[in-house]
């Protein structure tokens, strides 16, 4: 036991030192993004205390390794730069990393090897406007070599993704091929696929794609993963052989080679894609109870996936400069409030696009129909629901700051199901699949009951998605679901029955303050929407309700012992995050009084821990999403400063090495099971204000 605990302190004070020998701007995330595009196509670099890129595998957003990796030859020394792979018959060493950067869009690597310094770039493009490319499930790495001398040296750069990108199950059965027109393009699939299949949140089915310009010097190999590395470490060069043993993931590791030979050069650069394509994507149902195939946007535009890659490639230079812009206008935006939370944002944008697939389905006539939208979420890492409404809610910022229009996509999904009348309750659904990338609903009645959450949730969102484009087309289609919602609410928000909310994981509560809130927060949202579409009577009825609420609220919500709101009414010792008044601001609905937003903000900064305040009183943990919409509606800069602080402290506290969780311990920084979830998207709250 004293050795087993000696030598975890050793691995630890190593991380720790190896996390200061190199710079990080603007700090080490518990997870790097590499290629993160959506829900199957996520790969990620584990941090922890501080991890090269070359000192790990990168892994899918679970953990499971994703082999890819990265060699160069500099005047015929072989250096390693990504990934951790063993190659017993070849000699070569581990480049040395000095600094590393992420932004919104991009994390990036500057490794030494020898006289020449490797800039890896992986570019993970954040395309919100355009559907066709947001949809694009691809991303970018580029390679730069720079000579650190001034004198020209021989270099040659190489590449591999492993067979692990396209299952859950390594021992299942693989096959591939290789292209070699104007792109080399490596294609691998199951052999036997399961369409929407997923083993360990994988996808079973569709294919992965590594690609590089087939330029002078381009060569490419498949094989066992220590021979095909071998082959280039030894050599400088691949053999343009194929492979066609095809075989189990695991046995003899099959690899995806494609290297480049520069020549002698002072500097130069390579370019790869890496891509997973599924067809069709999303099963939905439909009125009637029919299922629907719908397929990425992007196929409205490409026949083929070779078509779609050579885009891709083609149009890295403009991808790369129109994400430089967007860095910046994000960074900018944010940094106008601190730049502490501008690292928060850039951090999240990535991992919470990375949950989404925008989609069409075919006319009768077999064309696309680009006119029928929608966009699916999938609820990665707790329970992997299709459009879990109380998922999409603490997510929305992100589209009303990026693009609104993929806001009302999201909701179009939910909307439909629930106005074809195969949902029997009342209230509205928790989400349309258990299972993604089934949209398939739920006819029972029996998905995850949150009756007032989600009826609040989708009446805010509707209302908030039209104030921000003047667009009333989901108010007018929608207009009884949502009155359907919102006399729900009118019956069960005021004193909430026993049920649970968003935080499902703190378990149900009967009469939840902050509950309540959301529930009052909705009735005035459909006097809103009421009035927007020409209800002056309806308007009036509904905001009459809604501010009687409030001051019967005020009756059970304040705490009798404490400066405070309570967490649930008549347990005065109790109190929680009232992050639900955010969407009073954000609606601009003035409905609260602000002796309410006095009262907590001066509370919260007595029972700030080191990372954060508390969620409620039955736990010392927090959620970053709601610390960010609490910092939204706090009176006080220096308490919003305070929830922004705990949260990045959290963030590069170095203590968690997964996709960031947003779910955490408040006193000691950990992670507490969530991971690489939409909702951070949430961080973006205060941009929307």
């Keep these: 036991m004293f050795f087993s605990q000696l030598f975890s302190l050793i691995v630890l004070l190593v991380a720790q030192v190896r996390a200061l020998s190199w710079t990080a701007t603007p700090f080490n995330p518990p997870s790097i993004p590499l290629a993160v595009r959506t829900p199957y196509l996520s790969a990620w670099l584990p941090q922890?205390?501080?991890?090269?890129?070359?000192?790990?595998?990168?892994?899918?957003?679970?953990?499971?390794?994703?082999?890819?990796?990265?060699?160069?030859?500099?005047?015929?020394?072989?250096?390693?730069?990504?990934?951790?792979?063993?190659?017993?018959?070849?000699?070569?060493?581990?480049?040395?990393?000095?600094?590393?950067?992420?932004?919104?869009?991009?994390?990036?690597?500057?490794?030494?090897?020898?006289?020449?310094?490797?800039?890896?770039?992986?570019?993970?493009?954040?395309?919100?406007?355009?559907?066709?490319?947001?949809?694009?499930?691809?991303?970018?790495?580029?390679?730069?070599?720079?000579?650190?001398?001034?004198?020209?040296?021989?270099?040659?750069?190489?590449?591999?993704?492993?067979?692990?990108?396209?299952?859950?199950?390594?021992?299942?059965?693989?096959?591939?091929?290789?292209?070699?027109?104007?792109?080399?393009?490596?294609?691998?699939?199951?052999?036997?696929?399961?369409?929407?299949?997923?083993?360990?949140?994988?996808?079973?089915y569709g294919s992965a794609f590594y690609s590089t310009p087939n330029t002078g010097g381009a060569t490419f190999q498949t094989g066992a993963d220590v021979t095909v590395r071998a082959q280039f470490i030894q050599n400088g060069r691949l053999a343009n052989t194929r492979d066609t043993n095809f075989r189990a993931i695991s046995n003899n590791w099959p690899v995806f080679g494609l290297a480049h030979d520069l020549g002698s050069v002072t500097s130069g650069s390579v370019l790869f894609t890496v891509g997973h394509v599924r067809d069709p994507a999303i099963q939905y149902i439909v009125k009637g109870g029919a299922l629907q195939d719908r397929s990425l946007f992007f196929w409205s535009r490409f026949s083929t996936t070779g078509d779609l890659i050579t885009s891709f490639i083609n149009d890295f230079s403009g991808a790369l400069s129109r994400a430089n812009a967007f860095d910046s206008k994000v960074n900018n935006d944010a940094t106008k409030i601190s730049a502490d939370y501008a690292s928060i944002v850039s951090l999240s944008i990535r991992q919470s696009l990375g949950s989404i697939e925008i989609t069409i389905a075919k006319n009768s006539d077999g064309s696309w129909n680009t006119g029928d939208v929608i966009v699916f979420m999938k609820e990665i890492s707790s329970d992997g629901n299709t459009n879990t409404v109380d998922v999409i809610f603490p997510a929305w910022p992100i589209f009303l700051y990026t693009n609104p229009q993929l806001g009302k996509f999201l909701l179009e999904g939910i909307l439909r199901y629930q106005a074809s009348g195969l949902y029997p309750n009342k209230w509205c659904v928790h989400d349309i699949g258990s299972s993604y990338p089934h949209a398939t609903g739920h006819n029972?009645?029996?998905?995850?009951?949150?009756?007032?959450?989600?009826?609040?949730?989708?009446?805010?969102?509707?209302?908030?998605?039209?104030?921000?484009?003047?667009?009333?087309?989901?108010?007018?289609?929608?207009?009884?679901?949502?009155?359907?919602f919102t006399d729900f609410l009118i019956t069960d928000s005021l004193i909430p029955a026993n049920q649970i909310s968003t935080?499902?994981?703190?378990?149900?509560?009967?009469?939840?303050?902050?509950?309540?809130?959301?529930?009052?927060?909705?009735?005035?949202?459909?006097?809103?929407?009421?009035?927007?579409?020409?209800?002056?009577?309806?308007?009036?009825?509904?905001?009459?309700?809604?501010?009687?609420?409030?001051?019967?609220?005020?009756?059970?919500?304040?705490?009798?012992?404490?400066?405070?709101?309570?967490?649930?009414?008549?347990?005065?010792?109790?109190?929680?995050?009232?992050?639900?008044?955010?969407?009073?601001?954000?609606?601009?609905?003035?409905?609260?009084?602000?002796?309410?937003?006095?009262?907590?903000?001066?509370?919260?900064?007595?029972?700030?821990?080191?990372?954060?305040?508390?969620?409620?009183?039955?736990?010392?943990?927090?959620?970053?999403?709601?610390?960010?919409?609490?910092?939204?509606?706090?009176?006080?800069?220096?308490?919003?400063?305070?929830?922004?602080?705990?949260?990045?402290?959290?963030?590069?506290?170095?203590?968690?090495?997964?996709?960031?969780?947003?779910?955490?311990?408040?006193?000691?920084?950990?992670?507490?099971?969530?991971?690489a979830r939409p909702v951070v998207g949430g961080h973006l709250a205060l941009l929307v204000l």
């Design 444 to 484: 029972d009645g029996r998905d995850e009951a949150m009756p007032v959450e989600e009826s609040g949730n989708m009446v805010i969102m509707a209302l908030s998605y039209a104030q921000k484009t003047g667009d009333n087309s989901h108010l007018t289609t929608y207009r009884s679901l949502l009155a359907q």
């Design 503 to 675: 935080d499902d994981f703190a378990g149900p509560l009967a009469n939840q303050t902050n509950l309540a809130i959301k529930g009052i927060i909705g009735i005035k949202a459909m006097s809103v929407i009421a009035s927007r579409l020409g209800d002056t009577n309806g308007a009036n009825n509904y905001s009459s309700i809604a501010a009687d609420y409030v001051t019967r609220w005020q009756g059970f919500a304040k705490s009798k012992t404490g400066p405070h709101l309570t967490l649930a009414y008549n347990n005065d010792a109790s109190w929680g995050l009232s992050y639900n008044l955010y969407s009073d601001k954000l609606l601009k609905l003035n409905l609260f009084p602000q002796s309410i937003y006095d009262l907590q903000t001066a509370w919260y900064n007595t029972v700030s821990q080191q990372f954060g305040v508390p969620l409620d009183t039955r736990h010392t943990y927090t959620k970053s999403d709601w610390e960010i919409y609490t910092a939204g509606l706090v009176t006080s800069t220096s308490t919003r400063d305070l929830f922004i602080s705990r949260v990045r402290s959290y963030a590069a506290s170095g203590k968690n090495n997964v996709p960031l969780s947003d779910w955490y311990e408040t006193t000691n920084g950990v992670s507490q099971g969530f991971r």
């Design 48 to 204: 922890g205390a501080g991890v090269a890129l070359n000192d790990a595998w990168p892994t899918f957003w679970t953990g499971q390794i994703l082999g890819w990796a990265g060699f160069v030859k500099v005047d015929g020394t072989a250096y390693s730069w990504l990934g951790a792979p063993s190659v017993p018959d070849a000699t070569f060493t581990k480049a040395t990393q000095k600094s590393f950067k992420f932004t919104a869009t991009q994390s990036t690597f500057v490794l030494s090897a020898g006289p020449v310094d490797l800039t890896v770039n992986f570019l993970s493009p954040v395309e919100p406007t355009d559907l066709v490319k947001q949809s694009t499930p691809f991303s970018y790495l580029s390679v730069s070599a720079s000579s650190t001398d001034g004198r020209a040296h021989s270099v040659q750069i190489y590449s591999d993704i492993s067979a692990e990108w396209v299952s859950g199950d390594n021992g299942l059965v693989a096959n591939w091929n290789t292209s070699s027109g104007t792109i080399l393009t490596h294609q691998v699939q199951l052999a036997s696929p399961t369409r929407y299949g997923e083993v360990n949140d994988h996808t079973q």
